[in-house]
């Protein structure tokens, strides 16, 4: 199954060009290797109303199956993508976000401090991952594998019981 993948990148550093997206090539670069394709990719602030309006666009545009945001989802004051998402999200997907947090956990406990959130708009998956390269490949990767299935449920696809 082919998928299409949004990453929308949530730094304030990264916006002003003062620092260098490596999260966003990263996943890019996971993502390709799987043969799947990056529709679109951007840079925000981390400023609430811009990442609705983002994923909002993107989820209703029909150009991508999977959401990928990274950045803003720990403790610090601008640290907002959660709520953005929940904002624009119509249904929750917490078995995606929760499994990424208990496998970050065995890796470092600062994993404790993750409010990133999953979640489903029309037939989009939305998926929060930290901003760190690192810890955002990692988290991808261990919900990579359900990812197909997941969207071909969103598909409404009659053969996407056959794989149970």
């Not at 640290?79 to 998402?85: F, I, K, L, S």
């Not at 999200?89 to 409010?115: C, D, F, N, V, Y």
């Amino acid at each position: 199954m082919s998928l299409r993948f949004g990453i929308l990148t949530l730094s304030d550093r990264s916006a002003k060009g003062e620092r260098a997206d490596a999260s966003g090539p990263a996943l890019a670069d996971l993502i390709r290797a799987r043969g799947w394709s990056v529709a679109k990719q951007l840079i925000l602030p981390d400023d609430e109303s811009a990442i609705r309006a983002a994923l909002t666009e993107w989820a209703d545009s029909g150009d991508v199956d999977i959401i990928l945001t990274t950045g803003g989802t720990g403790f610090a004051p601008r640290d907002v993508t959660p709520e953005a998402t929940r904002k624009v999200i119509q249904r929750e997907a917490p078995g995606l976000a929760e499994t990424m947090r208990a496998e970050s956990l065995k890796k470092t406990p600062h994993a404790m401090l993750s409010r990133a959130v999953a979640g489903i708009r029309g037939r989009t998956l939305i998926v929060n991952l930290p901003g760190s390269p690192k810890g955002a490949v990692e988290n991808l990767q261990t919900v990579l594998s359900v990812l197909p299935h997941a969207i071909q449920l969103l598909a409404d696809d009659p053969d996407s019981e056959k794989s149970h």
